[in-house]
Structure formats: structure tokens, C-alpha cells
């Protein structure tokens, strides 16, 4: 019976994967959130995000043996990554801001809303026309949202409208990788660690100029602020964050694309019930019953989208910041596959 015994090794090998997703990602948004209520420099966390993926990947590249870069059209290589590394790095500055001003589990409901504005740039840039049911499903994240805010406590306009500023930011870049991804032929983590560092490269003028100054200008955080503990918790965000784009990246290149979709929509369901937990911000039945509805439109949007790829063949549209390359790094992964090498892993 060896081959149920493997599936079986891989089913537990991806929940082991999954839950160090969750876990990690629902850390650093716990973390983010205690920091920022008494250090409100979210611009420096985000520096801190960007520099842990392009430091800790160095030594894993390497561990790995993944292979190195060779450009062949340098000009057009900055074309297509430039725009990413600026995406990634603005979008966490927004998501950061969002969650300085509003609970965690509000940005993260407002984030579901993704989809919706994934399907409207791609009918303008790439003319691709969605199905009944994944215009349903748009509906269903739409009433969610709506509930949720309605009913949100601490809701308030500048935490509100920096959640939708990161969610469309996520959507257009995810847009723009699904026309771009497709001529980078690398590594998915060598092309992760490149837009980290050139994120971490048009991130630090910015940095200095609206964190740094601030904080070497005041003189009483400095005296007052408890640095050690400061500095643990900003290490420890970063790590995080690297840890989530690490493992999240290793589960999609073992499962299909539904499977991901769905495993992402989860992670969310475990920030939001996560927060809510350990922040223990003010919540109505109404309140949950919203954010409920939306992650459920989303559950529901990527089951259509799913069925729209397996009927038409497209190419599938991206509904997070971690699937940057999964149209890369599964048709990787079939390759091999169908050229004798079932075990790949990318």
C-alpha cells in the first residue's frame, strides 16, 4: 500500500505547513497591533517586513541550492519586477496604517474584498469576463462587508479607507503579475528575494524621511519608550512575516489552486478569530455574522474561479500578496511532472 501511505505523508506534511502559516501570519498581526498602539510608526514595520525577506532569504537560497539569476534583458527584467517590489512595499505601508486606526479583524474582513476588485481590473486590462457565479459570489463578499462595517465599533474613515487603499493596491498588482509572471523564468523564492530587496530599496529614503526623523526628534520616546522590548517585538514581526511568505509558498507549490485559494481564505477566518482572542476588540453577533458572509463570498468566488480556469483554460487570477508566482511555480511543478519527475518541488 505504499501509495495511500504517501498521500497520507503529504496530507499531514501540507497541515503541518498550513498551520505554521496561520500561525505565523496570525502572530504578526497581533504583534503589529500591540505595537503600533504605543509605537505608531508603521512605515518603520513595514522596513522591518521588507529587510526580513531579503536578509533571511540569502541563507536559504542557499541551503536549498536554488540556482542563480541570469538576466538576458535586463531593461525589460526592471519592467516587469520594479512594479512589484513598489506594490509590495505600498501595500504594507497601507495595511500597516489600516491597522494602526481599526481593529485587526475589520482590515482583514475589508481585505476579502479583494476579489471584487481583482474582477473589475482584469475586464479593463486583461478583458476577462467572469461568470454568473463569481459575479454571486462578488455579491455575497459585498453583503458581508457592508454588515461588518455597518456594525464595526471601531470603525472610523482613515483606518477604513487605508484597508481598501492596501486591498485595491494587492488587486492591481496581483493583476499586473497575471500578464507578467508568465516571462520570468526563475526560482519562485529567488524572484520573492529580489522584490524584497528591491522593495527594501525604494522603501528606505521614504523610511528615513517620515520615520527615522520623527523618532530621533523625539526625545521623550527615546528616554521613555522600553527599546528592548521595542526591538524584540519589531524582530520577531519580520521573522514572522519572512515565515508566512516562506511556508505559504511552500504549500502552494504542493497543492492545486483551488486548494490554495481556499488554505488562504482559512488563514483569514484564523487572523480574524485570532485577534479577536488576543486583542479582545469590541465585537456584535452582527459584526461576526458580517465578516462570516465575506470570507464565505470568498470561499465561494475562488470555487467559481476554479471552475471558470477548468472550462475556459485562462490563466488564474491572484486574490493575495503570496501567490506573487504561483502561476510560475505550478507550471513549473506540471512540467516535471509530465517529464517523469512527479516528486519536483519548486
Not at 503541518?16 to 510608526?41: A, D
Given at each position: 500500500m505504499p501509495l495511500p501511505n504517501k498521500a497520507y505523508k503529504e496530507g499531514c506534511w501540507i497541515v503541518?505547513?498550513?498551520?505554521?502559516?496561520?500561525?505565523?501570519?496570525?502572530?504578526?498581526?497581533?504583534?503589529?497591533?500591540?505595537?503600533?498602539?504605543?509605537?505608531?510608526?508603521p512605515v518603520t514595520i513595514s522596513m522591518v517586513h521588507m529587510l526580513a525577506v531579503a536578509l533571511f532569504l540569502i541563507p536559504?537560497?542557499?541551503?536549498?541550492?536554488?540556482?542563480?539569476?541570469?538576466?538576458?534583458?535586463?531593461?525589460?527584467f526592471l519592467i516587469l519586477v520594479l512594479p512589484l517590489a513598489f506594490g509590495k512595499f505600498f501595500a504594507s505601508i497601507s495595511s500597516h496604517l489600516s491597522i494602526a486606526s481599526v481593529s485587526v479583524s475589520f482590515a482583514h474582513?475589508?481585505?476579502?474584498?479583494?476579489?471584487?476588485?481583482?474582477?473589475?481590473?482584469?475586464?479593463?486590462?486583461?478583458?476577462?469576463?467572469?461568470?454568473?457565479?463569481?459575479?454571486m459570489a462578488l455579491a455575497t463578499i459585498i453583503v458581508g462587508v457592508l454588515i461588518a462595517t455597518v456594525t464595526e465599533l471601531t470603525f472610523n474613515y482613515v483606518g477604513g479607507a487605508f484597508a481598501l487603499i492596501a486591498t485595491i493596491t494587492f488587486a492591481l498588482q496581483n493583476v499586473y503579475t497575471k500578464k507578467a509572471i508568465g516571462d520570468l523564468y526563475i526560482h519562485h523564492l529567488r524572484l520573492l528575494l529580489i522584490i524584497g530587496q528591491l522593495a527594501s530599496l525604494m522603501l528606505f529614503p521614504i523610511w528615513v524621511y517620515v520615520d527615522l526623523t520623527r523618532i530621533l526628534n523625539n526625545k521623550e520616546l527615546i528616554e521613555?519608550?522600553?527599546?528592548?522590548?521595542?526591538?524584540?517585538?519589531?524582530?520577531?514581526?519580520?521573522?514572522l512575516n519572512f515565515l508566512q511568505n516562506?511556508?505559504?509558498?511552500?504549500?502552494?507549490?504542493?497543492?492545486?489552486?483551488?486548494?490554495?485559494?481556499?488554505?488562504?481564505?482559512?488563514?483569514?477566518?484564523v487572523i480574524i478569530t485570532s485577534s479577536l482572542l488576543f486583542l479582545q476588540n469590541p465585537v456584535t453577533p452582527m459584526n461576526v455574522f458580517g465578516m462570516g458572509t465575506a470570507i464565505l463570498g470568498v470561499l465561494a468566488y475562488n470555487k467559481a474561479k476554479y471552475d471558470d480556469r477548468c472550462s475556459k483554460q485562462t490563466l488564474p487570477v491572484y486574490?493575495?500578496?503570496?501567490?506573487?508566482?504561483?502561476?510560475?511555480?505550478?507550471?513549473?511543478?506540471?512540467?516535471h511532472v509530465s517529464n517523469g519527475h512527479p516528486n519536483y518541488n519548486v
Open positions: 503541518f505547513l498550513c498551520s505554521v502559516w496561520y500561525t505565523s501570519s496570525s502572530g504578526q498581526n497581533v504583534i503589529n497591533k500591540r505595537l503600533l498602539g504605543y509605537f505608531p510608526y536559504v537560497l542557499r541551503i536549498r541550492k536554488v540556482e542563480k539569476l541570469k538576466i538576458h534583458d535586463k531593461r525589460r474582513t475589508v481585505k476579502a474584498m479583494m476579489p471584487i476588485f481583482t474582477v473589475i481590473l482584469s475586464r479593463f486590462i486583461v478583458n476577462e469576463r467572469p461568470s454568473n457565479k463569481v459575479y521613555k519608550l522600553n527599546w528592548p522590548r521595542t526591538l524584540l517585538l519589531l524582530f520577531t514581526s519580520g521573522f516562506i511556508f505559504a509558498f511552500s504549500v502552494l507549490s504542493l497543492t492545486s489552486p483551488l486548494s490554495y485559494s481556499i488554505a488562504n481564505a482559512s488563514k483569514r477566518i486574490t493575495s500578496d503570496a501567490d506573487l508566482v504561483h502561476m510560475k511555480s505550478y507550471r513549473m511543478r506540471d512540467e
